[in-house]
């Protein structure tokens, strides 16, 4: 047993060095098609956004327990609703993200910053935190079409890895945005904390996509309003 348990950790991690070194002829192209993105302000509009969305969906169960005041038992349908949300905002929002991605980002960037100020400021109450769950869980699936089209145009020249790389910034936003709500409560900032760093990583967020969109009007001022 020994033996064999050493000969699997010393081989444990040969697949992963397998496709690492399968994958270096490809490094020179993929630093090419990653310098075709003209704009990488795109890819951390996209990783503050969605950072925001699931700092506070992660960490949910908390304040509806210890702020709102609800029963354990109905924890499970507090994410049902943003999800509910969700659903119904990635239905509307692919629908309009195509013709007028700027449009849809800005006015997306500029609701979740309300919505999760209103949360973190009524979280108190059953009602009102119950409609603003579900209405941010639809902002923000809204606004996800808009993100990933915003990267495709930035990198037209190479739309095959251009998805891939907005599939990475939701990713890192994905993973930064629970452990910043985390390290939140765990400061002892309490238990709206995390509705708090959404709303912080929202305006970043906002001042981001400003700031990209006045470099976008003055080399494409046809796109750069839609």
Do not use: K, Y
């Not at 081989?11 to 993929?30: D, E, I």
């Not at 960490?59 to 349908?77: I, N």
């Not at 999760?116 to 009602?127: E, F, H, R």
């Amino acid at each position: 047993m020994p033996l064999v348990t050493r000969v699997a950790a010393a081989f444990a991690n040969a697949g992963f060095w397998a496709v690492a070194l399968v994958s270096l002829p490809a490094v020179p192209s993929a630093r090419r098609e990653l310098r075709v993105l003209r704009d990488r302000r795109v890819l951390l509009t996209n990783a503050l956004v969605q950072g925001a969305t699931f700092c506070t969906f992660t960490c949910l169960a908390l304040p509806a327990t210890r702020v709102t005041g609800l029963d354990e038992a109905w924890v499970p349908g507090v994410p049902a609703l943003f999800g509910v949300g969700s659903l119904a905002g990635v239905t509307l929002g692919g629908r309009i993200a195509d013709a007028h991605p700027t449009v849809l980002t800005f006015a997306g960037t500029g609701s979740l910053a309300a919505g999760w100020t209103a949360l973190a400021l009524a979280a108190g109450n059953p009602a009102v935190a119950g409609a603003l769950v579900f209405v941010q869980g639809m902002l923000a699936f809204g606004t996800g079409p808009a993100l990933i089209v915003r990267v495709l145009r930035a990198a037209a020249e190479a739309p095959t890895p251009a998805g891939g790389f907005a599939t990475a910034a939701f990713n890192v936003g994905a993973v930064a945005g629970p452990w910043l709500g985390g390290v939140a409560i765990g400061a002892g900032l309490g238990f709206r904390s995390p509705v708090w760093v959404s709303v912080l990583l929202m305006c970043l967020a906002a001042g981001v996509l400003a700031a990209q969109v006045r470099t976008l009007r003055a080399v494409d001022p046809v796109n750069a309003g839609r």
